[in-house]
């Protein structure tokens, strides 16, 4: 079976993982059935993808109307009705592993013999549902993430006898549905996500139970100082107390002692209405910004990064596929390999060494990858390479928040890849930029597009979650918008979706901007107590009047494509539809105009424009004596004479 064999899906299970996931499949065009095993169940599953598409389409996120969505959905209470037709199965059950069996079995009976029999379990074994079937060959493990609209990750897990056919045609399938799959390929506990989530809470505890800090220090060092989207503490109490309680059970660890304490006090969390924190009497979380700023986070952090290293020693995922998961999956800023290469991985090492000594425990146990690639001196970015390539030794420099493609003609096209964040610009991504551009070969780049991954966002800003901790001093940000809006072919911004803050200010910087009509345009910073630092203040005094510039400035409202279109802030507004052949348009000229042409207009335009008049003309003056010398300019007078288009060499 390949990915187009696949057309007729089946989940079952109508719970909140599964008509999530039924919703999912069906808004990429596929026909899928939904079946659970009472008729109330089917029904309340399939109200609650209705009530969820509406939501969508008022969003503007799914553009189908939702009748047209649910005509794809089917629902059914017999099994075997539901999956005789079917290519793929996707198993949503209760997670118990007799329940799984029962049903694997039976899906084994009744569905056609090349069907892909995929289970949504977060922590059974894979290998150990496929041995209820004849074909373990063609089960495989497919962990969608809660709630599945929202969540981007999908783990395509191998159980022991999975073909790389059957993973194959899963990953492409999940890619098809508009979902970032991860290989891991092996069957082990907890698969990457939860793996590497576990020391994150499993730390804290230990460090709490040991007095040596608080919890509110610990979660608000975590957040404010480290940017993680929760502390571990709230972590826990949102997902509750006793499910990490029972996986390290399960899995014969220690527990510690803060943890049992709550469990037996049946303080799981926010279920139970108190936990690490109350939420009965309380507001929850009470943790503040400027708690914990002596937490020893690396304490945290280098259990994660060793988590991630033993995963990738034991060919379970690659560095990529971690980091891709940690992001999309647990909301990670960045993923533990990226990190691990940032702090150092013999600082990493060390601090395993230092605990392990200290607590003769096996958790502190460096992994032997992690210690080999210290030992080979592969100890992160600052030698040029670690988990990953920073172009030290002559390698390629690996990117992790954009994606680039340079196609023959010289159009290269650049993807600001963090769709999780709206593709916020934090420093990795600013700094890829800049490092993309810098390096790049003018003699092979004839124009640059910008745009941003996913469908909601050209980029909604500087990262916010980067802003705490940062000293004023580290505040120069204006290096990554100069290099953009002074590199010497001509740049085009795609936006299609929000495009706010520091996004803006990148697209300001670009010389064209192109939008879809939906896209909504901003300088919101005034909201956060701050002003656009990228250059947004000065940029948009330049373009539009006094009084518009200061309106978007100083109200920081969101103003629509049409009106930035007729306040002249970008080229044109279009419908979707006819956004890619507009785009096009522009490239054709930009990407085959002449190119030392477009070089000194974009530098006589963007320098003159601060100049006085008479200096502007003296440079635009001394820029059109140098082109008339070009091979460029004989070639477009021959082309005109001759009736034909130029082909111009850039000389
Ligand atoms: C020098 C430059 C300075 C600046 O640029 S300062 C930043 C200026 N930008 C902003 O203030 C915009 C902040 N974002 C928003 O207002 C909203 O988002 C939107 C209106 C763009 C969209 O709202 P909705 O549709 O409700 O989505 P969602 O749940 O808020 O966002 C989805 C995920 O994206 C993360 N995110 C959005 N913008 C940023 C950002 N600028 N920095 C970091 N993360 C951001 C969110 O937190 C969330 O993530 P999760 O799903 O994990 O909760």
């Known amino acids: 079976m390949n990915v187009d064999d696949i057309s007729q899906v089946t989940v079952l299970g109508a719970g909140n993982m599964g008509h999530g996931i039924t919703e999912v499949v069906a808004i990429a065009g596929y026909d899928v059935v939904m079946r659970d095993i009472e008729q109330d169940l089917v029904d309340d599953g399939y109200e609650s993808i209705k009530w969820s598409l509406e939501k969508l389409s008022e969003k503007g996120i799914v553009s189908e109307d939702p009748e047209t969505v649910l005509d794809r959905v089917d629902t059914e209470v017999d099994l075997e009705t539901a999956v005789s037709d079917a290519d793929l199965v996707i198993e949503a059950a209760p997670e118990q592993m007799e329940i799984k069996k029962d049903i694997f079995s039976d899906l084994d009976e009744f569905t056609p013999k090349d069907a892909i029999l995929a289970s949504n379990t977060s922590s059974l074994s894979i290998t150990e549902i496929a041995t209820a079937t004849s074909r373990p060959e063609q089960v495989v493990g497919m962990h969608f993430f809660n709630p599945p609209v929202k969540m981007d990750l999908v783990e395509v897990i191998y159980g022991g006898e999975t073909t790389d056919e059957t993973a194959e045609a899963t990953y492409e399938f999940v890619e ?116 914990g700023e002596d937490v020893d986070t690396l304490r945290i952090e280098a259990r994660i990064i060793n988590e991630a290293a033993r995963l990738i020693g034991n060919d379970v995922a690659t560095a990529d596929a ?38 003769d425990h096996e958790r502190y146990e460096p992994s032997e990858h992690l210690r080999s690639l210290v030992e080979s001196g592969k100890t992160g970015e600052e030698a040029g390479e670690g988990f990953y390539d920073y172009g030290g030794d002559g390698g390629e ?41 810098d390096n790049s070969d003018l003699d092979e780049v004839r124009a640059v597009t910008f745009e941003g991954a996913g469908d909601r966002a050209f980029s909604a800003g500087a990262d916010i979650t980067g802003f705490a901790g940062r000293e004023p001093y580290e505040a120069a940000i204006t290096e990554f918008f100069e290099v953009v809006a002074e590199y010497p072919r001509p740049t085009l911004a795609k936006i299609d979706g929000f495009c706010l803050g520091g996004g803006h200010e990148l697209a300001l910087a670009c010389d064209l901007r192109i939008a879809t009509e939906g896209s909504e345009f901003g300088f919101p910073e005034i909201n956060l107590g701050l002003l656009p630092g990228g250059g947004g203040t000065q940029r948009a005094m330049r373009m539009l009047s006094d009084a518009r510039a200061k309106e978007l400035v100083f109200r920081g409202e969101h103003i629509s494509a049409e009106r930035a279109q007729n306040w002249g802030l970008i080229n044109r507004a279009v419908p979707e539809s006819e956004f890619e052949e507009t785009i096009e348009e522009f490239l054709d000229d930009l990407v085959y105009g002449a190119p030392i042409a477009l070089q000194k207009a974009k530098r006589v335009m963007n320098v003159g424009r601060d100049q006085d008049l008479e200096a502007g003309l003296e440079l635009e003056s001394q820029a059109f004596g140098h082109l008339l010398a070009t091979d460029d300019m004989q070639e477009g007078a021959a082309a005109f004479m001759e009736d034909r288009e130029p082909e111009f060499e850039g000389k």
């Open 397 to 437: 420099r690996h990117y992790s928040t954009i994606e680039y493609e340079l196609s023959e003609d010289g159009l290269l096209e650049v993807t600001l890849d963090r769709p999780e964040r709206m593709n916020a610009l934090n420093d990795d991504l600013m700094d890829e930029v800049v490092h993309l551009l």
């Open 176 to 291: 098809s549905i508009d979902k970032t799959p991860i290989y891991v390929r092996k069957d082990v506990n907890g698969f990457v996500v939860n793996s590497v989530l576990g020391p994150f809470s499993d730390e804290a505890a230990w460090m709490v139970s040991e007095g040596v800090a608080d919890i509110e220090e610990v979660d608000a060092a975590m957040v404010h100082r480290r940017g993680y989207p929760m502390g571990p503490f709230e972590l826990s109490d949102l997902t509750g107390i006793d499910i990490g309680y029972h996986v390290r059970k399960e899995a014969g660890r220690d527990i510690p002692p803060i943890v049992q304490e709550k469990v037996d006090a049946e303080d799981l969390g926010q279920k139970t209405g108190q936990g690490y924190y109350d939420y009965e009497d309380g507001d929850g979380t009470t943790y503040e910004a400027g708690q």
């Open 322 to 359: 971690i980091d891709t998961g940690m992001r999309l999956g647990a909301g990670f800023p960045e993923g533990p390999c990226r990190r691990g290469d940032k702090i150092g991985l013999d600082a990493v090492l060390e601090k395993l060494e230092t605990l392990h000594e200290e607590y």
